[in-house]
């Protein structure tokens, strides 16, 4: 739903009073599941997005109306709020670590609406915790900057909605450049912008539209298999405080020591932080190709040693390469989403026929496609 439809609905449930704001989903070129292991990714923010209009409100009342879902839900702001749907756990989620960083909000009440498609593995609800909390930040004016803010959309979506993300996917939504890809070290937070310069390429966007239910508890295993793998080199080594600071070497000399399979899981965030980096290099030289190839190699990663792909995006990376097309792999958790592509601007007409008609046969359902185009970061719109 667009901005023009959020604000009809805001002004016809509460009048003309309101401030306005967006903040957009993201994708990743590269670098995943390696957030929270304070490496390197690459998102960019895109031209999709969360519309919010905003007033302050008497007392400690919080309404929210999202107009997707055509559900209003109601709270005070001092008390614990129970039994709310799924998509209020965000905002909620928001108010309640502004108020743990002692940034207390008072009453509002909001709209909402988006055109962020849900369940692909845009981070829709990172978008809204971005949203919420840049309008809450600056109608109460509680001078908190960006990056405090994209900390607490990650500390609302692990407390409130029970998953322990990295900090990409709010980082993104903040600070998103339209035309650039963001190389961030999730450690420092130091970041730099790359531009988005395919030479005659274009990246799209291939949609499964299956979300696999071990999603969320599948993604915490990883995050503590990771921690796991590095707390047992930091006992010897003390300079190892996450899997960022283990060299390959490093990790090769506990091969006996680790369990197996978190042996696994920490090579593959080894090597993915690396190819992050030799995609920036391949980016810098103008070498489409290079990072066509760094991305089939992460996929291959992702579905081997990592294990967070599924036969959905398995098949689709499948027929991007038979395809012949540049570059292809999952994007973002795993377990159902998107794949993104890398391919000749001119054939992803021939290439959308094909993959619909291959994935059709096996799974009964075309994937949903998007042209990707980048876009700012959140903002009030004036
Ligand atoms: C989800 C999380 C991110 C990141 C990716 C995997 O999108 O929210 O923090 O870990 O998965 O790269």
Redesign the pocket.
């Known amino acids: 739903m667009s901005e023009i439809k959020v604000r009809e609905l805001f002004e016809s449930k509460y009048g003309k009073d309101y401030r306005m704001f967006a903040a957009p989903g993201r994708i ?1 070129l590269i670098g ?5 292991n304070e490496g390197f ?1 690459m998102p960019a923010a895109i031209d999709k997005r969360i519309y919010l209009a905003i007033s302050p409100a008497e007392g400690s009342k919080a309404g929210i109306y999202s107009a997707d879902y055509n559900e209003d839900v109601n709270f005070d702001i001092g008390s614990e709020a129970m039994g709310l749907p799924q998509w209020a756990l965000y905002p909620y989620g928001v108010v309640k670590e502004l108020q743990k960083q002692g940034l207390g909000p008072g009453g509002f009440r909001a709209v909402f609406a988006g055109d962020i498609p849900g369940g692909a ?1 845009l ?1 829709s609800s ?1 978008a809204l915790e971005s949203a919420f909390a840049l309008a809450l930040n600056t109608l109460f004016d509680l001078g908190a900057d960006n990056f405090a803010l994209a900390k607490i959309g990650q500390m609302a ?1 692990h407390n409130y909605a029970g ?1 322990k ?5 709010q980082f993104a939504s903040f600070f998103g450049m339209k035309d650039k890809v963001i190389k961030l070290d999730c450690r420092s937070l130091e970041h730099e912008y790359f531009p988005l310069d395919l030479d005659g390429h274009q990246l799209l966007l291939a949609d499964t539209r299956v979300k696999h239910s071990l999603a969320s508890s599948a ?1 915490n295993q990883r995050r503590q298999q990771c921690e796991e793998g590095a707390a047992v080199i930091g006992k010897d080594n003390p300079g190892v405080k996450s899997l960022r600071d283990v060299s390959p070497e490093l990790l090769q000399s506990f091969r006996d020591n680790l369990d197996q399979e978190v042996y696994t899981r920490c090579e593959y965030v080894i090597e993915e932080n690396s190819r992050v980096l030799a995609t920036c290099q391949a980016l810098e030289s103008g070498s489409v190709e290079k990072t066509g190839e760094l991305m089939y190699q992460s996929h291959k990663g992702l579905r081997e040693k990592y294990e967070v792909s599924c036969r959905e995006l398995d098949l689709l990376v499948d027929i991007a390469a038979e395809f012949g097309i540049a570059g292809a792999r999952m994007m ?2 795993g377990f159902g989403g998107c794949t993104i592509n890398l391919l000749r601007s001119g054939k992803a007409g021939e290439f959308r026929e094909k993959a619909s008609e291959e994935f059709r046969n096996v799974f009964g359902h075309p994937p949903v496609f998007y042209n990707v185009s980048t876009g700012d970061g959140a903002k009030e719109i004036l």
């Open positions: 990743n995943e599941h390696t957030d929270y990714v593995g981070s990172a979506e998953v993300c990295g900090i990409m996917d993604y973002g958790g």
